[in-house]
């Protein structure tokens, strides 16, 4: 089953499911249910002075969609489009949102056995957004997930797509 039939078939069930992205070589986890949507990278509309970390909008269906970059607002560097290149749609807070990961990967669910807290540690992304790092696989095999907060993310003053999210 490929990642947006699993994205289909788990968006209705509320447990510890994370849709988990690549941004370079770090894999990322976002609450499945903040996800409206996976698509595509489409061309977008760029805004004349907006920042940097805003590719654009898109019309989705009569509705003007922001484009983010993550890897801007992660200073990973710009997002280069090729046919792996992802915009996934999320509803925040009644806003649309979109942004553009190097690929989707999997829909994981998550036991709070597999949740760490993250440390604390000086990073370009603040952690107040890092909700922990979860332990996929087992053995050599394990690999980490830098779980985020993508509502408290897009609402952070640096950002500010959407309403400010209570702490």
């Not at 990073?123 to 979860?134: I, K």
């Amino acid at each position: 089953m490929g990642v947006m039939e699993r994205f289909d078939a788990v968006r209705s069930v509320r447990t510890n499911e994370y849709l988990t992205f690549r941004l370079d070589t770090e894999e990322y986890g976002i609450d499945i249910l903040k996800v409206q949507e996976i698509r595509g990278y489409d061309a977008v509309t760029r805004i004349a002075g907006a920042p940097s970390f805003i590719k654009g909008v898109i019309n989705l269906r009569g509705v003007i969609v922001p484009i983010v970059d993550l890897r801007m607002i992660f200073n990973l560097g710009e997002a280069k489009c090729d046919a792996f290149t992802v915009a996934i749609i999320l509803n925040l807070a009644g806003r649309v949102v979109g942004a553009v990961v190097d690929s989707v990967s999997d829909v994981l669910e998550l036991d709070p056995a597999q949740i760490k807290e993250a440390p604390e540690f000086r990073s370009t992304l603040d952690a107040n957004y890092v909700t922990g790092l979860g332990t996929v696989g087992t053995g050599e095999d394990a690999r980490l997930l830098i779980l985020i907060d993508i509502e408290r993310l897009m609402s952070s003053s640096d950002i500010a797509l959407i309403g400010k999210v209570a702490a």
